[in-house]
């Protein structure tokens, strides 16, 4: 068996690396405090992060996505009565938002993973 080593892989246009026309890695992906200051941990194609209200971020891409049928992926720290959700707003950021059942309000996250799944434009 063949060992192939690379420091970086392109595909031929310039693109994301693909294997029987699947992409092989996330387009975008951040980590994030969403308490306080909004401040991100560290990220890949994020240009920054919106604090749109209590609990309620947008997730902006410093390159877009090809169109709106991508696929973003949430997780958090969260308790069992906290509903997490995500919106696909455009080809330029996406949305995730922390309500609250208990208290039924939204409510700031300390810790806020998000990656999109998709083309870049």
Sequence with gaps: MSTVKANNLMNVDGGIPTVKSQQLIPTAWVNFNGTGTVAIRASENVSSITDVSTGVYNINLAVAQANVNYC???????????????????????QVNFYTGAGGTYRDMSGVYSAVIGGQA
């Design 72 to 94: 973003p992926i949430l997780s958090c720290n969260y308790d069992l009565n906290d509903s997490p959700f995500i919106y696909i707003i455009n080809t330029n950021y996406w």
